[in-house]
């Protein structure tokens, strides 16, 4: 059973920073891209950031040059470091993986969301 594990949600000031990072774990036999998305309270799910397995990522214009999301694929981990926030950044954070779990067919993951809250 392959499961995400979010953690580092919580409040942040405007202005402030957050980092955020992803467990994945369970057998899995390679992962592809990994990423975070949110949802807004009243809107649909949107990509922030993903990450490819061999480098290349690719951010939602909303937080290019304020959000930076790392990779260690030795240990299935992504990170999200989120710096200048804003109140519009207030959200469910989801992780999300494609990944080739123990039956070896390649499927998306997600975690179960973390809240993060940007308040003065």
């Known amino acids: 059973q392959v499961r995400l594990m979010e953690s580092g949600g919580g409040i942040g000031k405007p202005g402030g920073s957050l980092r955020l990072s992803c467990v994945a774990s369970?057998?899995?036999?390679?992962?592809?891209?990994m990423g975070w998305y949110r949802q807004a309270p009243g809107k649909g799910r949107e990509l922030v950031a993903e990450?490819?397995?061999?480098?290349?990522?690719n951010y939602a214009d909303s937080v290019k040059g304020r959000f930076t999301i790392l990779r260690d694929s030795a240990e299935n981990t992504v990170l999200l470091q989120m710096s200048s926030l804003k109140p519009e950044d207030t959200a469910v954070y989801y992780c999300?993986?494609?990944?080739?779990?123990?039956?070896?067919?390649?499927?998306?993951?997600w975690g179960q969301g973390t809240r993060v809250f940007v308040a003065s």
């Open positions: 369970g057998t899995i036999h390679g992962i592809n891209t």
């Open positions: 999300n993986a494609n990944l080739r779990d123990s039956s070896f067919r390649w499927r998306v993951a």
């Open positions: 990450i490819m397995s061999n480098g290349p990522t």
